[in-house]
């Protein structure tokens, strides 16, 4: 058996020889830690974590990141660029990232570290906030002050969120009632305000303390069907509202899509704020759509999008941005390019897709990397780094009916083109009825796991694929350790997971059957890797994590491109 150890000196001597690499390839910072009261939304930096989660360099290629970061949010400011995005019912949530070259992002931390306390995102009374939570964000820089806002029908309201550091501040929030949906944060003239709505897009000013919509403020609709330039059949109204300001013009973009087609892009123009706006389909290519444009120092234009790409989640494309008579023309021959020519510096941009945004982890620091992210809010008194150290301790703290409403299940991103995660458990404080492991995340969930019956442990493999939970491997777990994996191959959209276990970390045998990997719109998001563990018999039992460790990140030379 593999001395615990021996094996972290050995991912630490790994991680110093990658960080040149690392930092020559992103020239970001590195991803960073979290309090063992949660994760703080602004950390200093520090390194990215073993060798292990760094791939390869390859040319640009879209997409620039294959995992699931939806509904974008992008800014410049001088030579650095921003990001924010959606994770929903996860905390902390509202993810901030930052790039020197558009492709390659790190995480700098996160908006808040709990959205709202109530009984839909702590897992409480049957009731779960999947799908829900927070959704598209909108960041913004003015008057050297950061903002991004979101929108949550869990919490009934808009929040806004601000600091003067983006990458080392504290963010406050401000909410207030009603909820805007898919809003865009805009300065103009002094004033602020919001453009928002489904297919009637409406234009509201806020107090300039973002208590509310402003009493005797601008407040109407500005283009009344947003949808119509791309058809009169249409599935999905417009929405995904983003507003830019360019050369005194403005340009609102939308997604859209029409019955029988994919989703699209649409953009309208206008002189003044409130218009009139001109619109027509700006890009309709494999469905990549939803987002904004973004400058560079050097004046070159991008559209920052995303494409639905199954199980993996919606991923981001970056697509160039040429200008004809004031409308921006987005792609290549209006298609989205498999490969770009980016430089930074005079020399080209490599794209290592993950790296700055995954992690393995030892569990032997004071904080977890920010990576990391709990299913809902975490119950912070029944987790710990500390209780023993070196290892991730998660105790149960009441009986749960399943994965689904566990609380404290600890996730992080799946991606492309295939990703693997192993753990070490040691499960010896499992109590009759307890279930513990390594999951992958969605609605159709699958699982490699022990379970304690009686004075034995069962190593199992269960899969939700159908819908209802099944077992279907079993085998007797002689000792008190395991190691526990998942392999999930994202290829050509087939979207299959394998699970497999080992007595001894060397020796690895197949668990269970092959999981059939299903993006589902109830919990609308990617699936994730899970470390988690519940009681079904009586609280109290706990289990160690020894270390969660990523297998390196796969090269691509082809994006999951679907047929034209």
Known sequence: MKSKKRVKACARRRSLLCVPAVIALSYGLLACGAERAGHQTSAHSETLNSAASVPEPVATRNPIIWADVPDMSVIRVDDSYYMSSTTMHMNPGLPIMKSRDLVNWTLLGYAYDTLVDNAQMNLEGGKNAYGKGSWASSLRYHDGQFYVSTFSATSGKTHVYTTDDIEQGDWHETAFEPVLHDHSLFFDDGRVFMVYGSNEIRLVELESDFSGIK??????????????????????????????????????????WPRNGMRTVVIHRA??????YEGRVALQHQGIAQGGLIDTPEGDWYAMLFGDRGAVGRIPYLVPVTWDNGWPVLGRDRMVPATIDLTLGGKPVGNTNVAGMVASDEFDQSRLPLAWQWNHNPDRDHWSLSDRPGYLRLTNSRV??????????????????????????????????DVAGLALLQKHYGYVGVVREAGERFIVMVSAEEGTPRELGRVRLPGDV?????????????DTAHFSYSLDGEEWRPMGAP?????????????????????????????????????KPVSFTRGPALPR
């Open 515 to 551: 999981l059939r990997m299903t993006y589902t719109l109830p919990h609308f998001m990617g699936y994730r890797f899970g470390l988690f563990s519940f009681a079904t018999g009586e609280p109290g039992g706990h289990v160690d994590f020894d270390y969660f460790r990523l297998k």
């Open 400 to 433: 749960d009916t399943g994965l689904l409403q566990t609380r404290n299940t600890l996730t992080q991103r799946t991606f492309g083109p295939e990703s693997t995660a192993e753990v070490r458990l040691d499960l010896s404080a499992m109590r009759v009825g």
């Open 482 to 494: 395991v190691y526990l994996k998942a392999h999930a191959g994202f290829r050509e959209l087939k």
């Open 215 to 256: 009493t005797d403020g601008i407040n109407q609709v500005i283009i009344a069907d947003a949808s119509k330039v791309a058809g009169d059949d249409i599935l999905l109204p417009a929405e995904g509202s983003q507003l830019h300001k360019i050369d005194g013009r403005y340009y609102l973009m939308n997604i859209t």
């Open 271 to 276: 002189d003044q704020l409130t218009g009139p």
